[in-house]
């Protein structure tokens, strides 16, 4: 009910707009959302910026593995610290795994330890083993049982079996390395994704794309496959940076970029993706497909509005869709979807700041790889190469000595066309990098999570149509790792410097939400309500928490003023 001093206020506020010549109420232009507000999030920090990370949910609690320079920490799921494993400097006494090897340390080679690779064995349950590769030692790995209160690190490394030509041992590469290792067989399978040139191949061969397995002895690994390498004329002046890796049940993939044109430094750049089955990892069953992340506008007459390749990927993650969003892909909710955050880079290498992010249904792709092999090796009048020139001669499809298809497929081989989609922010993206990404269902929406260049989270329902942008906040001022992962079913771990954060999935809370109706319109897993002028989370109130309905606010009083005669 209005009080009658309430009454009185407003007449006396009227008459002097009145007064002063005003008939009605200045317009209200107040901000719904602030997302300058910040937000605490559970953090753990360490010495060093953060260069890898692994999440193992196999032990008793959940627990993040950090791979820092010449460290590894063990957290659990308090972010705090459990344990911590010295792998550097390599003349450093506190160093625990720089003289379990026999290694002679090279002059010329690094002293501080890039740890390139943490990856769990893939039967954890009965090998409770994390293994460790870095650059120096000639990109040795080491495993520890993390079961143990504190781990101590076994080599795998057989001196006797190792020489410059010839390393099976020898896994990092100090210009990154990408793993993912699979369960094959009742037998642990390692497919190694390395970036090499000239000097890394002279110093304990490594290979561009290998599959090896861990020796019964454990002490080592045996190569199951012989590997791809880039030629050697290439391998100066023709990079490969692997992005990201990961498995499904047939096959692992590889995503990388590379340039168009392996003997043109200026040609454009591409992102490529890479598969090898599991069941048969041999070099003659590998396949690449470029993937390309487009921004095609509505045709308009004199549109300023172009085409745009977004031609870097900057970070993936396999994940699916919620009900919502399958329905609009045309998937399964059971479908494997990979999801690429892109940007556009010039010829020079120049990133733009600018973003797409892309959803590549795994079977569409498999899809499109099976049938550029087949149009490889069928006939037909269009001329086309069989393309990986990098890797291999280049050769003509079908190769002119074939017989037939089945000696036809059986050669590695890059399919001639693009497999594209398209951008879902609708190239929106225009002043903002991202630098990782997540994908999360939470009942029926699909959740997408990503860090950026400047520091950021942000945290979108993804759609085709339209995307709710409901959380952007701050980490730091330190741009957030392309590694990220999530934690557990509600809460999910980025990296920015020297901090790891866990991050809710479903937004760090409701205080950006600056009016009653804007708190309640916020997508029902937030959970927001209204409590004493703020949005809040139930939890955080404590006096009358409403999520349902908003007390009326005047936002205008008018007077009309009767004519007289």
């Known amino acids: 009910m209005v009080t009658v001093t309430a009454l009185l206020a407003i007449c006396i506020w009227i008459q002097a707009l009145s007064a002063s010549g005003q008939q009605t109420c200045p317009s209200i232009h107040r901000e719904v959302v602030d997302f300058k507000v910040e937000y605490s999030l559970p953090y753990f920090q360490t010495s060093k910026p953060i260069q890898n990370i692994v999440v193992n949910r196999d032990s008793t609690s959940t627990e993040v593995y950090l791979g820092c320079q010449n460290s590894i920490v063990a957290v659990?799921?308090?972010?705090?610290?459990?344990?911590?494993?010295?792998?550097?400097?390599?003349?450093?006494?506190?160093?625990?795994?720089?003289?379990?090897?026999?290694?002679?340390?090279?002059?010329?080679?690094?002293?501080?330890?890039?740890?390139?690779?943490?990856?769990?064995?893939?039967?954890?349950?009965f090998y409770p083993y994390l293994y460790i590769c870095g650059n120096t030692q000639h990109g040795i790995c080491f495993f520890v049982d993390f079961s143990s209160p504190q781990p101590n690190p076994k080599c795998l490394y057989k001196k006797e079996h190792t020489s410059s030509t010839d390393c099976p041992d020898c896994v990092a590469s100090p210009l990154g390395t990408q793993v993912t290792a699979v369960e094959n067989r009742d037998t642990a399978l390692f497919f190694v994704a390395a970036s090499i040139n000239n000097q890394v191949v002279q110093k304990y061969q490594r290979r561009s794309i290998s599959v090896l397995r861990s020796l019964s002895t454990e002490d080592g690994f045996h190569k199951v496959m012989d590997g791809l390498t880039v030629l050697p004329n290439l391998r100066d002046s023709y990079t490969i940076d692997y992005i990201y890796s990961f498995s499904t049940k047939e096959f692992v993939y590889f995503l990388s970029v590379q340039r168009e044109n392996p003997f043109r430094n200026n040609s454009a750049f591409q992102t490529h993706l890479g598969r090898l089955p599991i069941s048969t990892p041999e070099v003659w069953m590998y396949r690449e497909v470029v993937l390309e992340c487009r921004y095609e506008p509505k045709r308009r007459k004199r549109s300023s509005l172009r085409d745009i390749v977004y031609n870097w990927l900057q970070a993936a993650h396999l994940g699916h869709a919620g009900k919502d969003f399958a329905e609009e892909l045309r998937v399964s909710v059971k479908e494997d979807i990979l999801y690429g955050v892109f940007t556009v880079v010039n010829n020079q290498g120049e990133r733009q700041r600018t973003s797409a992010l892309c959803a590549f249904p795994l079977s569409k792709v498999n899809h499109v790889i099976d049938m550029g092999v087949e149009a490889c090796c069928a006939s037909g009048t269009e001329q086309l190469s069989r393309g990986l020139c990098h890797f291999q001669p280049c050769e003509s499809c079908p190769h002119e000595n074939s017989e037939g298809n089945h000696t036809c497929s059986h050669k590695a081989t890059l399919v001639s066309k693009p497999h594209y989609r398209l951008d879902i922010f609708n190239s929106k993206m225009r002043d903002v990098l991202f630098t990782s990404v997540l994908v999360s269902t939470i009942g029926n929406d699909t959740v997408g999570h990503f860090g950026t260049s400047d520091g950021r989270i942000l945290q979108v329902i993804l759609t085709m149509y339209k995307q709710t942008v409901f959380a952007n906040y701050s980490l730091g001022e330190v741009g957030v790792f392309r590694t990220a992962a999530a934690f557990s079913e509600d809460s999910l771990i980025f990296t920015a410097g020297n901090k790891m954060f866990k991050v809710p999935s479903a937004g760090p809370g409701c205080e950006h939400f600056l009016t009653c109706p804007k708190c309640l319109t916020a997508p029902g897993f937030m959970n927001c309500g209204w409590c004493s002028g703020k949005c809040s989370r139930k939890h955080q109130c404590t006096a009358v928490w409403n999520k349902d309905s908003c007390a009326p606010i005047i936002t205008q009083v008018t007077r009309t003023l009767k004519e007289t005669n």
Not at 94 to 109: F, G, R, V
């Open 76 to 125: 659990d799921d308090a972010m705090r610290k459990k344990w911590e494993l010295k792998t550097g400097p390599v003349d450093s006494s506190d160093c625990e795994t720089c003289h379990l090897c026999d290694i002679k340390n090279d002059p010329q080679d690094p002293v501080d330890t890039d740890n390139k690779v943490l990856v769990l064995d893939p039967v954890a349950y």
